[in-house]
C-alpha cells in the first residue's frame, strides 16, 4: 500500500481561556511513511508536544481545545474516531517514548508488571508467566543483560539510561506502526544516549516502524532521522531530506537555528538574535521529498 | 595578584550510604587560574556537582584543603569569602523564589551583603538588569512572567550583585533553546571579560565547553581523568575517557563528523566497550 501511515493537512490548535482564543499551532502538514524515521525539530513551545498528544488523541479530551485539520492514520480518519476507539489504538498500533523515563515508568509496580499491562492491550488473556518471558526477551532486544532481574525491579532501583531502555522496549513489544518519541534522549547523559538512540535505531529498521521523532537538539535529529520538519511558533517553516536541510538550510530561522548550535571544531558562539520577522517568512520545502508518496 | 584563584588540594569527598561507603570525589588536585573558564566535564554522578558544592563551602571536604587566594577557606566562611564565590543553577524556575518579585530576588543578595544604601540598592538593581541585558522595567514581574533566558539572565544578575570574583555555573544553558543558549553563553563571556571573572563551568556539553572553556577538567566516577586545553582536548586528548565522550556528541556538520570520528577511532577502547562497563559497574 502507498498510503503514509500518518498523514496531517493543515492541523490547528486553539486553547480557548476566558481572555479568548491563543492558537498554538497554525495549520501544521506533515506525512510520515512506512519504516521513516520523521523528525519534528523545534524550540520549546513551538507546538511539537502537543501535535504528538493530537496524533495520540490526548489533546481531544480537553474541553479548551479546538482542534481542527485533517489526521489519518494508515488511511483511518482520526478526526471520527470516538475515544473509547482511540484509546484502543494507543499502546498497540501507535506508541509513545516520553522524554523523562523515571517519571513515565510507574514507581509503585514493578517493571514486570507494567510489561504485562502493555501486552494485554494486544492479547487480553495472555497469561502472567507467557507475559514475562516475552517480556525478558524484549529486554534482551534492547541489550539489557539480565532481563528477570529488571522485570522484578522498580523504576527508581534503575539507572536513566536503563529505565529509557525498558520504556524502548515497552514501546516496541506490541509492534506499533508508529512510534512517537518525544525528546528520548535529553533526560540521558551524551553516552548512554547515544547508546540507546543507536539501538532505538536499530529496533525500528528491523519493525518497519514509522517513527515520529521530536527533539530540539539538531545533532541527535541528524544522527537519526531520515527527513526534518522544522517548526516555529506553530508553523512548518522547513522541510526536507536531512541530508539536503543539514548541508543546505533555506529557512533564516533553521539557518539561525543550526548557527546557534556550538560546533566542536570551535569558532567561538555567533550572536543571532533569537526573534526575528525573518523567522516567520513562508516555508521552504526542499525538493525531491516531500511530494512523492 | 596571583595566578591561581582557587587550589584543591588532594581533596576526597565521601558520603556514608547504609554500610558502604561512597567516594563521590576521590583526590582531586587542581588550580583554577584567576581569570580563566575552566569546564568541568563529565557524566551524571561522575562528582562534578559535589565539587561544586564543596567550593561553594555547602558541604566540607572529608580530606584535603581548598585554598582561596591563597589561604585556606574555612568551614564556616565570612561574609566577604561568600560574597567572592558565587552559584548560577541549572533551572532558573527553580532557583528564583516564584512568589518574589526580580527586583525583590536581587535585592535580597544586596541586603545580605550590606551594600549600600535603600537608594543605592534600588538604583544598583536597575544597573545590574541592564548588565545582563534586561530591561529596569522588568524589576517588577514575577520570574514567571519572564522567559527562561530572561530568568537566567537574572540569576546571572543575583550572582553578580556582590562583586563576586568565582562564578561557580552549574549547567547554566542547558534548561535553554539553542538559540537562547547562544545569547546567553555570549552574555557569560562578555561579563567574564568586562568584570575579569573567574568561571568553573560544569557541564555535560562537550560542544558548549569547546566555544566557551579555556581548559577542561574531565571527571569520572570522582577522580580527575583529564586536565588540559580545551585545544588540547578537542584536537588529541590523552584519555581513552575522553576520546569516548567527544565520540558520542550529537553534532551538525559533515566537518565535526570527520573531526570527532577521528578522534573516536583512534583510542584501543571503542565508545560502546566504554559505555558497556561503565554501565556495569554501576
Redesign the interface.
Known amino acids: 500500500m502507498n498510503q503514509p501511515t500518518l498523514n496531517i493537512e493543515n492541523l490547528q490548535l486553539g486553547f480557548k481561556s476566558h481572555v479568548g482564543m491563543s492558537k498554538v499551532l497554525h495549520g501544521i502538514s506533515l506525512n510520515i511513511r512506512k519504516g521513516e524515521r520523521v523528525a519534528l525539530v523545534g524550540?520549546?513551545g513551538s507546538g511539537k508536544s502537543v501535535t504528538a498528544r493530537i496524533i495520540l488523541g490526548l489533546l481531544q479530551t480537553l474541553p479548551t481545545a479546538r482542534i481542527s485539520g485533517v489526521l489519518e492514520f494508515e488511511g483511518r480518519d482520526l478526526t471520527k474516531l470516538s475515544a473509547k476507539q482511540r484509546h484502543a489504538l494507543r499502546g498497540t498500533e501507535m506508541s509513545m517514548i516520553f522524554q523523562d523515563p523515571t517519571s513515565a515508568l510507574n514507581p509503585v509496580y514493578t517493571i514486570a508488571v507494567q510489561f504485562t499491562e502493555v501486552l494485554r492491550r494486544r492479547q487480553p488473556k495472555l497469561k502472567k508467566l507467557l507475559a514475562f518471558e516475552q517480556a525478558a526477551a524484549a529486554l534482551r532486544q534492547v541489550a539489557i543483560d539480565e532481563p528477570e532481574r529488571v522485570l522484578n525491579s522498580y523504576s527508581f532501583q534503575l539507572?536513566?539510561?536503563?529505565n529509557q531502555r525498558v520504556m524502548i522496549a515497552m514501546a516496541l513489544i506490541n509492534n506499533p506502526t508508529l512510534l512517537i518519541a518525544d525528546e528520548p534522549g535529553t533526560a540521558l547523559?551524551?553516552?548512554?544516549?547515544?547508546?540507546t538512540l543507536d539501538l532505538m535505531h536499530k529496533l525500528v529498521q528491523e519493525h518497519q516502524t514509522s517513527v515520529l521523532f521530536i527533539s530540539?537538539?539538531?545533532?541527535?535529529v541528524?544522527?537519526f532521522a531520515d527527513r526534518v520538519y522544522v517548526i516555529y511558533k506553530g508553523r512548518i517553516v522547513e522541510e526536507g531530506a536531512t541530508q539536503l536541510l543539514?548541508?543546505n538550510p533555506q529557512h533564516p530561522y533553521t539557518q539561525?537555528?543550526?548557527s546557534?548550535?556550538?560546533?566542536?571544531?570551535?569558532?567561538?558562539?555567533?550572536?543571532?538574535p533569537?526573534v526575528s520577522d525573518r523567522y516567520s517568512d513562508p516555508a521552504y520545502i526542499h525538493p525531491a521529498s516531500g511530494g512523492e508518496l | 595578584m596571583n595566578k591561581v584563584i582557587l587550589s584543591l588540594q588532594n581533596i576526597t569527598k565521601t558520603f556514608a550510604l547504609g554500610a558502604h561507603e561512597v567516594r563521590a570525589i576521590d583526590d582531586v588536585s587542581l588550580d583554577i587560574h584567576r581569570g580563566e573558564c575552566l569546564a568541568i566535564v563529565g557524566e551524571s554522578g561522575s562528582g562534578k556537582s559535589t565539587l561544586a558544592n564543596m567550593i561553594l563551602g555547602i558541604f566540607e571536604p572529608t580530606s584535603g584543603e581548598i585554598l582561596f587566594n591563597n589561604s585556606v577557606l574555612p568551614a564556616v566562611r565570612d561574609l566577604p569569602l561568600r560574597r567572592a564565590i558565587q552559584l548560577v543553577q541549572q533551572n532558573p524556575l527553580s532557583s528564583l523564589n516564584p512568589r518574589r518579585k526580580i527586583a525583590a530576588s536581587l535585592r535580597l543578595a544586596l541586603d545580605v551583603h550590606s551594600i549600600g544604601d535603600k537608594n543605592e540598592r534600588q538604583q544598583k538593581i536597575g544597573e545590574l538588569l541592564e548588565e545582563v541585558g534586561l530591561t529596569a522595567e522588568q524589576q517588577n514581574r514575577f520570574p514567571s512572567a519572564l522567559s527562561g533566558g530572561q530568568r537566567q539572565r537574572v540569576a546571572i544578575a543575583r550572582a553578580l550583585a556582590c562583586q563576586s570574583e568565582l562564578l561557580v555555573l552549574d549547567e547554566p544553558t542547558s534548561a535553554l533553546d539553542v538559540l537562547v543558549q547562544a545569547r546567553v553563553l555570549n552574555l557569560l563571556n562578555e561579563l567574564r571579560a568586562k568584570r575579569q571573572l573567574t568561571y568553573i563551568f560544569i557541564t555535560h556539553d562537550l560542544s558548549v565547553v569547546r566555544n566557551i572553556a579555556d581548559r577542561v577538567a574531565v571527571f569520572r566516577h570522582g577522580k580527575l581523568v583529564e586536565l588540559n586545553k580545551v585545544e588540547k582536548i578537542f584536537s588529541s586528548p590523552d584519555h581513552a575517557y575522553t576520546r569516548g565522550l567527544i565520540a558520542a556528541i550529537p553534532v551538525v556538520t559533515q566537518d565535526e563528523v570527520l573531526l570527532r570520528d577521528s578522534l573516536g577511532n583512534d583510542g584501543s577502547t571503542g565508545n560502546h566497550n566504554l559505555l558497556g562497563n561503565k554501565e556495569e559497574t554501576r
Open positions: 524550540e520549546s539507572s536513566g539510561g536503563m547523559d551524551v553516552s548512554v544516549q547515544a547508546q530540539h537538539n539538531l545533532g541527535v541528524r544522527d543539514f548541508s539561525a537555528l543550526m546557534a548550535v556550538p560546533r566542536i571544531t570551535g569558532g567561538g558562539i555567533p550572536n543571532i533569537d
